[in-house]
T-cell receptor, first 113, second 114 residues
Framework: ETGVTQTPRHLVMGMTNKKSLKCEQH?????MYWYKQSAKKPLELMFV???????ENNSVPSRFSPECPNSSHLFLHLHTLQPEDSALYLC????????????FGEGSWLTVV | QKEVEQDPGPLSVPEGAIVSLNCTYS??????FMWYRQYSRKGPELLMY????GNKEDGRFTAQVDKSSKYISLFIRDSQPSDSATYLC??????????????FGTGTRLTIIP
């Protein structure tokens, strides 16, 4: 079992749809992250939650809406996306006691048509 | 100027060769340095983690940090086809809420040819 689980692994959605990505971590960590990975670009940090409180929002468009109901679960709600939002969305988690290392899930491949 | 520069490759080497992967950075506040390996259609996995300047060895992998030159390297000895992946460097300073914000390179795509 991987420490960070993401569902769905693949998602195709139209520009008018509403969908959600889900992430669950089984590592007892207290911080969770959403990253976006596009071809030939560095990983882009989108949101950070520490102790279930959002501590960072890196100028992400409002069509992406995160939710962190508890320290083990993280959602990314998607609505009225654009084709350029097609990417791999990675969830990650870390602990203030594990140094500076973060642990990633397998990612959710999103295609916006 | 990007905070972290990494040659995207692709890099192809024959099996058994020594591989050298590198990143340069501009932010002198970076103190922690990591290498992640990402197989195709998978999430990145932590490979090496270093804090100070110098070398750290783990099996066939050696991570090297030169803070004076703002340069980090990952060496892979006796490379295997299973090492074929994208290698991402990452680094951080310290944030004000205790959890570190990582800055990533673009990743270098490596292929080991049998």
């Amino acid at each position: 079992e991987t420490g960070v689980t993401q569902t769905p692994r693949h998602l195709v959605m139209g520009m008018t749809n509403k969908k959600s990505l889900k992430c669950e971590q089984h590592l007892g960590h207290n911080a969770m992250y959403w990253y976006k990975q596009s071809a030939k670009k560095p990983l882009e940090l989108m949101f950070v939650y520490s102790l279930e409180e959002r501590v960072e929002n890196n100028s992400v468009p409002s069509r992406f809406s995160p939710e962190c109901p508890n320290s083990s679960h993280l959602f990314l709600h998607l609505h009225t996306l654009q084709p350029e939002d097609s990417a791999l969305y990675l969830c990650a988690s870390s602990s203030t006691h594990s140094g500076n290392t973060i642990y990633f899930g397998e990612g959710s491949w999103l295609t916006v048509v | 100027q990007k905070e972290v520069e990494q040659d995207p490759g692709p890099l192809s080497v024959p099996e058994g060769a020594i591989v050298s992967l590198n990143c340069t950075y501009s932010n002198s506040a970076f103190q922690y340095f990591m290498w992640y390996r990402q197989y195709s259609r998978k999430g990145p996995e932590l490979l090496m983690y270093t804090y100070s300047s110098g070398n750290k060895e783990d099996g066939r992998f050696t991570a090297q940090v030169d803070k004076s030159s703002k340069y980090i390297s990952l060496f892979i000895r006796d490379s295997q086809p299973s090492d074929s992946a994208t290698y991402l460097c990452a680094m951080s300073g310290r944030t004000n809420f205790g959890n570190e914000k990582l800055t990533f390179g673009t990743g270098t795509r490596l292929t080991i040819i049998p």
